[in-house]
């Protein structure tokens, strides 16, 4: 006959191993809530405020923007308006969708375009479109220029000398595109009064000595309230009118008013001839937080 071993509970002993068992369930139940709460408390607002926007490059406290004002006593704020002008499409930073059209007498070009900018110093700028040319792109960092060719696979150093040489065939050069001279430190200016057509001021800008560069002068005009550039007619070295710039379509970026649409049209050719490039913003994004590492030349050369 075999035997099977009991464990003997007195009712007494029963009641406490209950009493410790419920003590456990209910310590178990107390804690969840905790533990769910504290991972609440330990998510950063920053994080849940870029989760609900959907947009992780901008900051979440960022200040709303607000207009600036030029006009003063009846008179333009010549300074304030011309540092407001050559940082007009890149602010602190930015990120910028544009197409340019390039209009020829026998052919017209389009490129689709994304534009990353931090202060003056850094640019990238990318082909997207057409397929031909796609992965195409420009980099600036302080006075250094590269082109990237991904046909060839090859990442080509722009000397200083070709700053002022076409970028891409169009009527830009590559010192529009990355913005290498600076209207306040290679030009001297000042207000020369009003304009009729088009209605603004009239601000002429004047070469320095010691600047390198295709133009002797130029001449802009902006809006009455200082704020929307209307026409730049640009001089070459022996004062001759080379070309005129012309913004308009004026759209909200980002809660700024600015030009959507510049067309550029070389003065230089005969009618047969005649060209122009327009460069046109689908849309800007103002001080987004860019990576260091968009403006590298291992970042130039990915391929896309």
């Given at each position: 006959?075999?035997?099977?071993?009991?464990?003997?509970?007195?009712?007494?002993?029963?009641?406490?191993?209950?009493?410790?068992?419920?003590?456990?369930?209910?310590?178990?139940?107390?804690?969840?809530?905790?533990a769910?709460?504290?991972?609440?408390?330990?998510?950063?607002?920053?994080?849940?405020?870029?989760?609900?926007?959907?947009?992780?490059?901008?900051?979440?406290?960022?200040?709303?923007?607000?207009?600036?004002?030029?006009?003063?006593?009846?008179?333009?704020?010549?300074?304030?308006?011309v540092?407001?002008?050559?940082?007009?499409?890149r602010?602190?930073?930015?990120?910028?969708e544009?197409?340019?059209?390039?209009?020829?007498?026998?052919?017209?070009?389009?490129?689709?375009?994304?534009?990353?900018t931090?202060g003056?110093?850094?640019?990238?700028?990318?082909?997207?479109?057409?397929?031909?040319?796609?992965?195409?792109?420009?980099?600036?960092?302080?006075?250094?220029?590269?082109?990237?060719?991904?046909?060839?696979?090859?990442?080509?150093?722009?000397?200083?000398?070709?700053?002022?040489?076409?970028?891409?065939?169009?009527?830009?050069?590559?010192?529009?595109?990355?913005?290498e001279?600076?209207?306040?430190?290679d030009?001297?200016?000042?207000?020369?009064?009003?304009?009729?057509?088009?209605a603004?001021?009239?601000?002429?800008?004047?070469?320095?000595?010691?600047?390198?560069?295709?133009?002797?002068?130029?001449?802009?005009?902006?809006?009455?309230?200082?704020?929307?550039?209307l026409?730049?007619?640009?001089?070459?070295?022996?004062?001759?009118?080379?070309?005129?710039?012309?913004?308009?379509?004026?759209?909200?970026?980002?809660?700024?008013?600015?030009?959507?649409?510049l067309?550029?049209?070389?003065?230089?050719?005969?009618?047969?001839?005649?060209?122009?490039?327009?460069?046109?913003?689908?849309?800007?994004?103002?001080?987004?937080?860019?990576?260091?590492?968009?403006?590298?030349?291992?970042?130039?050369?990915?391929?896309?």
């Amino acid at each position: 006959m075999k035997f099977t071993p009991e464990i003997i509970i007195s009712s007494k002993s029963y009641y406490y191993l209950l009493l410790l068992c419920f003590v456990f369930v209910c310590a178990g139940f107390a804690q969840e809530p905790r533990a769910v709460e504290d991972n609440k408390d330990s998510q950063p607002e920053v994080e849940e405020s870029a989760t609900q926007d959907g947009d992780q490059s901008r900051p979440a406290a960022a200040e709303p923007y607000e207009e600036p004002v030029f006009i003063k006593d009846g008179k333009l704020d010549l300074e304030a308006a011309v540092k407001y002008f050559e940082d007009m499409y890149r602010s602190k930073s930015s990120i910028s969708e544009v197409e340019l059209i390039i209009t020829k007498p026998r052919r017209e070009r389009r490129m689709g375009m994304k534009i990353w900018t931090r202060g003056t110093e850094k640019a990238l700028i990318l082909i997207e479109s057409p397929a031909r040319e796609k992965g195409t792109a420009t980099l600036k960092v302080d006075k250094n220029l590269w082109n990237y060719l991904p046909r060839i696979r090859r990442t080509i150093r722009i000397p200083p000398s070709m700053m002022l040489a076409s970028w891409m065939g169009s009527d830009l050069t590559n010192d529009d595109l990355v913005r290498e001279s600076s209207f306040m430190e290679d030009y001297t200016y000042e207000l020369t009064g009003r304009t009729e057509d088009p209605a603004g001021w009239l601000i002429t800008f004047e070469a320095r000595p010691d600047t390198v560069g295709l133009w002797k002068r130029f001449e802009l005009v902006v809006s009455n309230d200082g704020r929307i550039p209307l026409e730049a007619r640009y001089y070459d070295r022996k004062d001759r009118p080379a070309r005129t710039i012309y913004w308009d379509q004026v759209k909200d970026f980002d809660g700024r008013r600015i030009p959507s649409h510049l067309t550029l049209i070389p003065e230089d050719k005969d009618e047969e001839e005649q060209q122009k490039t327009e460069m046109i913003y689908h849309n800007i994004q103002f001080d987004v937080e860019v990576p260091e590492s968009t403006f590298s030349l291992s970042n130039l050369e990915q391929k896309r």
